[in-house]
């Protein structure tokens, strides 16, 4: 997917977008759909960047650590149209037309937090999401042709789907798909419906398993409210926590599915206000895989819990 040649169809894209394509300097653009253009006359992918330059702490570190040096100004290239999408306090150098294509690109994405980072094929479907990540240039771009390699390897596992029918072919997608993050089923409605379609008999399981996902997700996409007033967190809570009890009634999964749905109730039931419900439901999550991803994020919830209920102790 990498190009040492500009085509004939680049140089147009370059010539119709002109500097305001390129206004992010050291080879960024901002125009989305010109990166679009870009990575599909070159044969690349996109590595978008959502920041906030001029107060997310994180976002100024990984540029100053790792997008400022010449190591990654010459390899990221190989692979990748960059795109920076930024939401700085200041918009002074910003025109209401880039303003306004940044806010929708962040909704239509879902991006809660800064940075984050996706990669993207040439259409703006998601394959990967990373974010800041300590060791500088050289170990951010091993990590990003790591996740190159995978899309390599979704992309072969979709071309034998193709040539499978029937539950063979549901299986080959749901591999696919399980060996990505979540961003990318997410975004990938249209494989999850022929999954859905081709076991609607449910006999490989894959029907529940991602209707299950599918409830989970539009329960994450819930926000909570934007106040510190404590009854209405409290009301948050208790009602998503009502519905993460139905969706667990439901769907009696287990593994890192059900460490996923433990995650999200321990967080609800934190919200309700019952720190040492939140406390036991982290500890059951764990104990299903203390080695997985997610266990490692409830660990970092369950010692902030933890420090919460030691200091709500009468002295």
Same mark, same amino acid.
């Given at each position: 997917?990498?190009?040492?040649?500009?085509?004939?169809a680049?140089?147009?894209?370059?010539?119709?977008?002109?500097?305001?394509?390129?206004?992010?300097?050291?080879?960024?653009?901002?125009?989305?759909? &010109?990166?679009?253009?870009? =990575? /599909?006359?070159?044969? $690349?992918?996109? +590595?978008? #960047?959502?920041?906030? %330059?001029?107060?997310?702490?994180?976002?100024?570190?990984?540029k100053?650590?790792?997008?400022?040096?010449?190591?990654?100004?010459?390899?990221?290239?190989?692979?990748?149209?960059?795109?920076?999408?930024?939401?700085?306090?200041?918009?002074?150098?910003?025109?209401?037309?880039?303003?306004?294509?940044?806010n929708?690109?962040?909704?239509?994405?879902?991006?809660?937090?800064?940075?984050?980072?996706?990669?993207?094929?040439?259409?703006?479907?998601?394959?990967?999401?990373?974010?800041?990540?300590?060791?500088?240039?050289?170990?951010?771009?091993?990590?990003?042709?790591?996740?190159?390699?995978?899309?390599?390897?979704?992309?072969?596992?979709? &071309?034998?789907?193709d040539? =499978? /029918?029937?539950?063979? $072919?549901?299986? +080959?997608? #749901?591999?696919?798909? %399980?060996?990505?993050?979540?961003?990318?089923?997410?975004?990938?409605?249209?494989?999850?419906?022929?999954?859905?379609?081709?076991?609607?008999?449910?006999?490989?399981?894959?029907?529940?398993?991602?209707?299950?996902?599918?409830?989970?997700?539009?329960?994450?996409?819930?926000?909570?409210?934007?106040?510190?007033?404590?009854?209405?967190?409290?009301?948050?809570?208790?009602?998503c926590?009502?519905k993460?009890?139905?969706?667990?009634?439901?769907?009696p999964?287990?593994?890192?599915?059900?460490?996923?749905l433990?995650?999200?109730?321990?967080?609800?039931?934190?919200?309700?206000g019952?720190?040492?419900?939140?406390?036991k439901?982290?500890?059951?999550?764990?104990?299903?895989?203390?080695?997985?991803?997610?266990?490692?994020?409830?660990?970092?919830?369950?010692?902030?819990?933890?420090k919460?209920?030691?200091?709500?102790?009468?002295?």
């Amino acid at each position: 997917m990498n190009s040492t040649k500009m085509t004939i169809a680049t140089v147009l894209v370059l010539m119709v977008t002109g500097s305001a394509a390129l206004a992010a300097g050291d080879g960024w653009v901002t125009d989305f759909e &010109a990166a679009k253009a870009s =990575a /599909k006359a070159q044969g $690349k992918y996109m +590595l978008v #960047d959502f920041t906030g %330059s001029d107060w997310c702490g994180w976002c100024i570190r990984l540029k100053k650590e790792v997008f400022s040096k010449e190591h990654f100004k010459t390899e990221a290239p190989k692979n990748f149209i960059l795109v920076e999408l930024d939401f700085p306090r200041s918009k002074k150098k910003m025109t209401p037309k880039l303003i306004e294509q940044n806010n929708k690109l962040r909704d239509k994405y879902g991006v809660r937090g800064y940075p984050t980072i996706f990669l993207m094929d040439a259409e703006g479907k998601i394959f990967a999401k990373t974010g800041y990540r300590a060791g500088g240039p050289e170990k951010y771009i091993e990590h990003l042709n790591s996740l190159v390699e995978g899309r390599k390897a979704f992309d072969k596992l979709i &071309a034998q789907a193709d040539k =499978a /029918k029937g539950l063979e $072919k549901a299986k +080959l997608l #749901d591999k696919a798909i %399980s060996a990505m993050p979540d961003s990318v089923r997410r975004t990938r409605t249209d494989l999850v419906k022929q999954i859905v379609e081709l076991d609607k008999d449910d006999k490989a399981g894959l029907k529940t398993k991602y209707d299950f996902l599918t409830a989970m997700d539009k329960l994450s996409d819930i926000r909570p409210p934007r106040t510190r007033e404590p009854a209405k967190i409290k009301a948050f809570g208790v009602e998503c926590l009502a519905k993460v009890v139905a969706i667990e009634k439901q769907y009696p999964v287990t593994g890192q599915s059900r460490q996923k749905l433990l995650s999200m109730k321990a967080m609800y039931t934190f919200y309700s206000g019952d720190l040492p419900g939140a406390r036991k439901t982290l500890e059951q999550g764990i104990a299903i895989d203390d080695k997985s991803e997610i266990a490692q994020s409830m660990k970092r919830s369950l010692a902030y819990v933890t420090k919460r209920l030691a200091a709500e102790k009468p002295k």
